[in-house]
């Protein structure tokens, strides 16, 4: 079998997770012989994935391409939300949540409950210096291309969380620190978090930035962006009010270090998932994978 994972050059410990993940739950899944592709941790569902080879899904969700018609070459075990399970025309009683939740890593141990955790989304921080932005906003900055084992590390260190990251949020909620989705730029998917946290009790809502940071935006992709804005109005896939025209000026990057440290100081808008729900939707993911171990012939930790 073949692990169907979105490859982010660098790195993204959220899609990097599904290395370490699938292989721990299923030791023999890479060494199965058969053409089957395995739809894990992401947004991968959606386009053309090919009409012939067999595909299992394990948790994926939408988010970034218009779903095609299955066909009998899937095979669902899970899907990440409701949104996805609607989409894609299947029983709502598939969505069972972000398959993140099953990593044993994620249980809370010993943390020092210090810093506010800050972690934005992988292309923004690429975009920008978001370590000067946090540690003037009094934030400790967290690299979404660093390993699963990294983030969970420095997220021990911290009382709350601040994430674009949508999986900066789920690695919060399971190690039980409370979070707070914010936007700092239009690659923020509203349909992501809102098709994760459909099951769970949290109501989605999320702090906007007051303007997005670059470093650098040449002319054509400023007037294409100010085109985008004009024409394509904010949806749940992205943001367009919030495409960069012209790289940071000193006055922007100053608004956005007071709005993140308000954020953080307020309490308003903190979340966190029921324990007892947690609970129930790990332990519903766990009786999916042993059924997909059992009729694949895989041996499974579970």
Known sequence: MKLNVCRVPGGNFGDDLNDILWPTLFPDILNKVDHA????????????HGLDSPKIVLGSGLGYKKSSPLDASWDIRWVRGKIS???????????????????SELRRTE???TQVGFIPHHASWESFD?????????????????????????????????????????FADCLRIPWQAVALSYRFNRFKWKDWLSVTDIKFRYTTMPFPLVCEVRRSTGLKGRITKMLRPDDDARLNSLRPFHSAKASECNAVIDCLGHTAKSEDNLCLTNSQSLALL?????????????????????
């Open 37 to 48: 592709r395995v739809f894990g941790i992401g947004s991968i569902l959606g386009g053309n």
């Open 85 to 103: 399970a609607q989409t894609l025309g299947i029983n709502e009683d598939f969505a069972l949540g972000d398959g993140a939740l099953l990593w």
């Open 111 to 113: 943390m020092l409950d």
């Open 130 to 170: 978001w370590d000067t932005i946090a540690r003037e906003a009094g934030l400790m900055a967290i690299n979404p291309k660093n390993s699963p084992n990294e983030v969970r590390r420095q997220l021990l260190r911290c009382r709350s969380v601040l994430a674009e990251s949508l999986h900066g949020a789920i």
């Open 282 to 302: 790990q332990d519903r993911m766990q009786t999916a994978c042993r059924r997909f171990a059992k009729d694949y012939g895989l041996s499974c930790t579970l």
